[in-house]
T-cell receptor, first 112, second 118 residues
Framework: DQQVKQNSPSLSVQEGRISILNCDYT??????FLWYKKYPAEGPTFLIS?????DKNEDGRFTVFLNKSAKHLSLHIVPSQPGDSAVYFC???????????FGDGTTLTVKP | DTGVSQDPRHKITKRGQNVTFRCDPI?????LYWYRQTLGQGPEFLTY????????KSRLLSDRFSAERPKGSFSTLEIQRTEQGDSAMYLC????????????????FGPGTRLTVL
């Protein structure tokens, strides 16, 4: 059973518009959530995180929203840039527990 | 600012051979993780260390896999008698888990070692 799901394998948006990437989880014990960006032939790069005590965290063009009751989080990128084109992974963990559980990723393409 | 490094970046081996990968974490980080990623999937947890202690191993980590972190710094992952199903990207990550309860350990990944078993 997959505890973290990214149901959209791909997303294409126009440069300057908003990109919204979604993630659902099933394990209510998760209390820390992260987004990573991955380019081909590289390891995942940490982007932004959110603790379950918050419902929003913002860092520049990136904002993560957490809806605990729906077990859903989303990453908003505004405005989207061609350099944002990459695979985005959602990950979840239990506080101080160690391992992260990842979704299968969403490939974002930002068209000029 | 030195990030996580992994060596080698690529490894091609024949089925049945043993391989060993090395990971050097960010210097002040006390936790080190190994993940495996196959095409079209997210990283899957294999094992992690806090300092030199191996705290958890996934059931994905069969008896052919062994990981060490002898001095609490770099780590090695060895796969014995490789099989074609072992072909994957092996990712190492590190994090700093401080003593106070407010800390959550964000993991920072290395570039990975791509293993191909022929």
């Amino acid at each position: 059973d997959q505890q973290v799901k990214q149901n959209s394998p791909s997303l294409s948006v126009q440069e300057g518009r908003i990109s919204i990437l979604n993630c659902d989880y099933t394990n209510s014990m998760f209390d820390y959530f992260l987004w990573y960006k991955k380019y081909p032939a590289e390891g995942p790069t940490f982007l932004i995180s959110i603790s379950s005590i918050k419902d929003k965290n913002e860092d520049g063009r990136f904002t993560v929203f957490l809806n605990k009751s729906a077990k859903h989080l989303s990453l908003h990128i505004v405005p989207s840039q061609p350099g944002d084109s990459a695979v985005y992974f959602c990950a979840a963990s239990r506080h101080r527990a160690g391992k992260s559980t990842f979704g299968d990723g969403t490939t974002l393409t930002v068209k000029p | 600012d030195t990030g996580v490094s992994q060596d080698p970046r690529h490894k091609i081996t024949k089925r049945g051979q043993n391989v060993t990968f090395r990971c050097d974490p960010i210097s002040e980080h006390n936790r080190l993780y190994w993940y495996r990623q196959t095409l079209g999937q997210g990283p899957e947890f294999l094992t992690y260390f806090q300092n030199e202690a191996q705290l958890e191993k996934s059931r994905l980590l069969s008896d052919r896999f062994s990981a060490e972190r002898p001095k609490g710094s770099f780590s090695t992952l060895e796969i014995q008698r490789t099989e074609q199903g072992d072909s994957a990207m092996y990712l190492c990550a590190s994090s700093l888990l401080a003593g106070y309860s407010g800390n959550t350990d964000t993991q920072y990944f290395g570039p990975g070692t791509r293993l191909t078993v022929l």
